[in-house]
T-cell receptor, first 113, second 114 residues
Framework: QKEVEQDPGPLSVPEGAIVSLNCTYSNSAFQYFMWYRQYSRKGPELLMYTYSSGNKEDGRFTAQVDKSSKYISLFIRDSQPSDSATYLC?????????????FGKGTRLHILP | SAVISQKPSRDICQRGTSLTIQCQVDSQVTMMFWYRQQPGQSLTLIAT?????????ESGFVIDKFPISRPNLTFSTLTVSNMSPEDSSIYLC???????????FGPGTRLTVL
């Protein structure tokens, strides 16, 4: 089983819809979870991060972590065409600075105007 | 935050040649990373480059193939040596900085090897 699994998509949704992006993981020691957004021909940019379980909201974006299920989600409300990008989940144990960050393969999202 | 620039942004190279990619950060950082992003694959860490010490390579990557320099706290280079078509990929420079150890990425260098 891979450490981090993420459906590559593509996922196409109409403008204004709620988008749900998800990742599963196998390492129960992961406790720092991140979502990156990557536009075409650009490097990934950090969108949100959460520590341990729970929800975190930032504008139209909500990150959710369920450690019991080893499942994380990113919700995008009122989706816009400008949200079209690849979204990568990432996680680490964060025990010390040498811990590697493990990335998902990314989900390509298309918001249809 | 950190602003990272990379040169070149893209290149097309012949098999057997080498390409050096430059990474410049707008602030001093201790830890710099080089990643590879192949189509349909997750970001793969090549090596960690800390100023003043030898780069640390991940399994599957060796110094002879990917030599790295880190002459100061704002700059690093990655060389892709003796290239083959399998090296065609996006190469990304990354740093960790800030009070929350946030990781930032450069725009990437898109390499095509013919």
């Amino acid at each position: 089983q891979k450490e981090v699994e993420q459906d590559p998509g593509p996922l196409s949704v109409p403008e204004g819809a709620i988008v749900s992006l998800n990742c599963t993981y196998s390492n129960s020691a992961f406790q720092y979870f991140m979502w990156y957004r990557q536009y075409s021909r650009k490097g990934p940019e950090l969108l949100m991060y959460t520590y341990s379980s729970g929800n975190k909201e930032d504008g139209r974006f909500t990150a959710q972590v369920d450690k019991s299920s080893k499942y994380i989600s990113l919700f995008i409300r009122d989706s816009q065409p400008s949200d079209s990008a690849t979204y990568l989940c990432a996680m680490t144990t964060f025990m010390n600075r040498d811990d590697k960050i493990i990335f998902g393969k990314g989900t390509r999202l298309h918001i249809l105007p | 935050s950190a602003v990272i620039s990379q040169k070149p942004s893209r290149d097309i190279c012949q098999r057997g040649t080498s390409l050096t990619i430059q990474c410049q950060v707008d602030s001093q950082v201790t830890m710099m990373f080089w990643y590879r992003q192949q189509p349909g694959q997750s970001l793969t860490l090549i090596a960690t480059a800390n100023q003043g010490s030898e780069a640390t390579y991940e399994s599957g990557f060796v110094i002879d193939k990917f030599p790295i320099s880190r002459p100061n706290l704002t700059f690093s280079t990655l060389t892709v040596s003796n290239m083959s078509p399998e090296d065609s990929s996006i190469y990304l420079c990354s740093v960790v900085t800030g009070s929350t150890d946030t990781q930032y990425f450069g725009p990437g260098t898109r390499l095509t090897v013919l």
